[in-house]
């Protein structure tokens, strides 16, 4: 396994081709907007190494009989389901940011049972193909970017229908040796992080789609990758030199929209090639595992903002009011319900044919459904108790300064015994949490990560098994069954 500073090192020396403000960055792992996002990442490698946290951030593979970081894992029994949502919670805590490694586990995880079935039907290689590309990212404990969402230009028309076929990522040439593809990926989570890169398809399509059901990883820095990174509410706070005004001077999250200009995939590193009746089987699981993940990571995040809240409620003197208290009940009860679904559709796993473990679908999708909204009710609170200085509090420039700083002290103090500078820095991670960079992970990505709210609601509607809850009514109120 590696220490978290040979996981820096190996991102630098490589040559991933990342642009930003438009202009060309070296390494995420010396840009001062994009370092934030590889210290969460990091943070999966040094907690690994904790004794404290070794029992969650690392197991054996079943692979090797060897121990890898639990990120590399593919899920042996409903208990490493649960504990996987545990290591996540622990991130979220120790980050108060995304820590973008789960993209990969998720993908790994829903790839290795897929393929399983794929290579049953249709005597394909991949499930081979696979587990030796999985053995290699376990040996050296990469970190990988599952890549799932397509632009998809029209959103009423299918991947073959697009005025524009590259609007889904797409085969464009089959060789003897592998297939050259095209395309983009958006919204990709930390993938200036990342060694490599495992490509899904992003809907279920039908055989006129067969380009566009193309599943491969490949190094980021593969000829023809390249990406442009998002914006984030506040990113060039992180260019001012201070550390208050960021909120979180040391964790943040990253996206991209990544281009794939005619990449060559070789052979052995695809895992889908045209069996479109498996895209949407593959998306399935991907979605429903990464809708687990969000029980466990913003719960994490969650209970810093709580802690945030309640550590600015002593620092204004108001910690003892009966409202404030009670408004850091309902957000704990609003976070603990999110940490019990992501428990919930863990413990309801069950074994794919693969042997691997897959989460209960309709749980995962319900757990995802509320975090959709408890987030943003748990940052409403907290915004609350805040109080608008959170929003209008000078910056550290003028707490520093030789004229106004005795006057940002006096005037922004709270309680006796507790300096103006805590109060902002307080204040500084609400804002970040709710409005800056990390409300990019904590708000925004709620709703739309892992699929926005809608894609649950389908999903629901097709696990909730009305009809039988019709019988149901119908056996109580003693009407005949027709
Ligand atoms: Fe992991 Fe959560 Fe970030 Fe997804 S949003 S990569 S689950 S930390
Ligand atoms: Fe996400």
Redesign the pocket.
């Known amino acids: 396994m590696m220490t978290g500073e040979q996981y820096v090192e190996s991102i630098r020396s490589m040559k991933t081709e990342i642009y930003m403000f438009g202009e060309k960055i070296n390494s995420a792992a010396d840009s001062p907007i994009l370092r934030p996002s590889l210290n969460s990442v990091k943070a999966t490698y040094d907690l690994a190494e904790k004794p404290e946290y070794e029992d969650l951030m690392t197991v054996t593979s079943h692979l090797t009989g060897k121990k890898i970081n639990r990120f590399c894992h593919i899920h042996q029994s409903a208990e490493d389901l649960i504990n996987k949502v545990k290591m996540?919670r622990l991130c979220?805590q120790k980050t108060a940011a995304?820590?973008?490694r789960?993209?990969g586990m998720d993908a790994f995880n829903a790839i290795y049972s897929t393929t399983f079935e794929v290579d049953k039907k249709y005597n394909t290689p991949y499930f081979n193909n696979f587990k030796e590309y999985l053995k290699m990212v376990q040996e050296k404990d990469l970190t990988v970017d599952g890549a799932m969402t397509d632009p998809k230009g029209d959103r009423g028309l299918a991947p073959s229908q697009q005025s524009d076929p590259d609007l889904y990522l797409h085969v464009v040439e089959r060789r003897a040796d592998g297939v050259v593809v095209r395309g983009a990926k958006s919204h990709q989570?930390?993938i200036s992080n990342s060694h490599e890169v495992i490509v899904m398809p992003t809907i279920a399509m039908r055989p006129e789609d067969k380009d566009y059901a193309i599943s491969f990883a490949v190094p980021v820095d593969t000829k023809g990758i390249f990406m442009i990174v998002g914006r984030q509410s506040c990113d060039t706070r992180k260019l001012e030199g201070g550390k208050i005004d960021m909120g979180n001077s040391e964790f943040g999250?990253m996206e991209a929209l990544v281009v794939f200009d005619n990449v060559f995939v070789p052979n052995d590193r695809i895992f889908l090639n045209g069996e479109t009746d498996f895209s949407g089987v593959l998306v399935e699981r991907f979605a429903g595992y990464?809708r687990q993940?969000?029980g466990g990571?913003?719960v994490g995040v969650g209970d810093v903002l709580i802690g945030a809240a309640a550590l600015i409620a002593d620092y204004n003197g108001a910690a003892k009011a009966s409202h404030v208290k009670d408004k850091l009940i309902e957000m704990t009860h609003l976070n603990e319900t999110l940490y019990s679904c992501g428990i919930a559709c863990s413990a309801q796993g069950s074994k794919t044919e693969s042997g691997n473990y897959l989460i209960d679908m309709l749980l995962a999708n319900v757990c995802k459904q509320n975090v959709t909204r408890y987030p943003y009710e748990i940052a409403r609170l907290a915004e609350d108790i805040a109080g608008g200085l959170m929003v209008t509090a000078p910056s550290e420039k003028d707490l520093r300064h030789e004229k106004l700083g005795p006057y940002v002290e006096k005037y922004l103090k709270g309680v006796d015994g507790v300096p103006t500078e805590y109060r902002l820095r307080v204040l500084r991670l609400i804002e970040n949490l709710t409005l800056g960079a990390a409300a990019v992970?904590y708000r925004t990505?709620s709703m739309h990560?892992a699929g926005s709210p809608q894609a649950q609601r389908i999903m629901i509607a097709r696990q909730g098994n009305i009809a039988q809850k019709k019988d149901l009514a119908k056996a109580i109120a003693k009407i005949d069954k027709k």
């Open positions: 996540q979220g995304c820590f973008q789960c993209v989570t930390g999250g990464h993940s969000y990571c913003k992970g990505e990560g």
